[in-house]
């Protein structure tokens, strides 16, 4: 009688485990789904059928717009970048105002520095002729980040497609989100976790800025500083294209050395307290990120590789894919 007992006992138990287990592995299944769902509908041969030329064709108009102007390269980059950092990789920086738009160019991050948008919108338009209403403004902007890098000698890396355009645009998002000149390195650091990223991706990335140029605005306040860290030679340079007051839109490279050409200048101007702009030179002032600037000086090779891996994680942040947003057929315009 005991011995039944305890049987009936034990092979209610090991149902109900069973069912326990059951359900705890459909609730893996529901989360590991939801998680990878985006990345699932990602493919670097995304448009292999449906527009077969559309990379060369986008390659095409880059290569074009680089060698016309050697700054476009960095411009691409960061458009890519802002386009990101914002509701995700969804195109929404390249929206205009409209009546139910307001737009992320008018962020203070992005007015009258952002730009490279008639770069995009020609891609676009050629894309447009032979394959209509296939290829995501989205991705446009992921391609022309990549292709834009390899036309000045920087790294390349595998762009998966299948990003789908936003039908909305925040400003509010933009300018709460966007890193500053002014970040300190623990806003930085923050930031870019909170998308995913880790320090050394923000530091690799931060590397973009061996490129490029910024405006007299944005390092001011560092070059005129008399407390400041910055090397008294560089600050007196730099001081000649940027008066104490007016000339806010003055234009000054990033890399004095070599502005126009992908390389890891840019960390060796960190180190010699050479950096432009306050977020630059903060990854090299005895915070945790030293290490990072320091291993990236000394091996080109290094930076490169990880550039090349921290743009693919930043490229898929926060996705539309599948049946969400929609594919534009202008990039400035919802359709």
């Not at 108009?61 to 995700?88: K, N, P, Y």
């Not at 000045?152 to 355009?165: E, F, H, M, T």
């Not at 090779?301 to 539309?320: G, P, Q, R, V």
Request: hydrophobic share 40%.
């Amino acid at each position: 009688m005991v011995s039944a007992m305890v049987n009936s006992k034990m092979m209610s138990w090991m149902r109900n485990s069973n069912k326990n287990a059951a359900v705890l592995l459909l609730i893996f299944l529901f989360l590991s789904s939801s998680t990878s769902t985006c990345k699932a509908h990602l493919s670097s041969h995304f448009y292999d059928h449906t527009c077969p030329n559309a990379l060369s064709t986008i390659r095409s108009a880059i290569r074009t717009a680089v060698s016309r102007e050697r700054r476009m390269a960095a411009s691409l980059v960061r458009l890519h970048f802002h386009d990101c950092f914002v509701q995700g990789c969804d195109a929404s920086i390249l929206l205009k105002d409209s009546p139910s738009i307001t737009s992320e160019r008018n962020a203070v991050q992005n007015n009258a520095s952002v730009r490279g948008f008639e770069v995009i919108d020609s891609a676009k338009a050629e894309v447009e002729k032979t394959c209509p209403g296939v290829v995501s403004c989205a991705d446009i902007l992921a391609l022309a980040a990549r292709d834009a890098s390899v036309a000045v000698g920087g790294p390349s890396w595998s762009v998966k497609l299948g990003r789908r355009d936003s039908t909305t645009a925040s400003l509010a998002l933009a300018e709460a989100q966007l890193p500053r000149a002014t970040d300190d390195l623990q806003k930085l650091l923050s930031n870019f976790a909170s998308k995913g990223l880790t320090a050394e991706d923000m530091v690799a990335l931060s590397g973009a800025h061996t490129l490029g140029q910024a405006r007299c605005v944005t390092f001011r306040d560092r070059i005129y500083n008399s407390e400041s860290d910055i090397d008294a030679g560089f600050a007196t340079t730099r001081q000649r294209r940027c008066p104490s007051t007016g000339g806010d839109q003055n234009l000054a490279a990033l890399d004095l050395v070599t502005p126009y050409t992908f390389d890891n200048n840019y960390f060796k101007n960190l180190i010699q307290k050479k950096g432009l702009l306050a977020s630059d030179q903060i990854l090299f002032s005895g915070g945790s990120t030293d290490s990072v600037v320091s291993k990236y000086s000394r091996s080109p090779a290094t930076f490169k590789s990880d550039f090349a891996s921290a743009m693919i994680k930043m490229s898929e942040i926060n996705l539309l894919t599948g049946s969400a947003g929609q594919i534009r057929r202008i990039c400035s315009a919802v359709n």
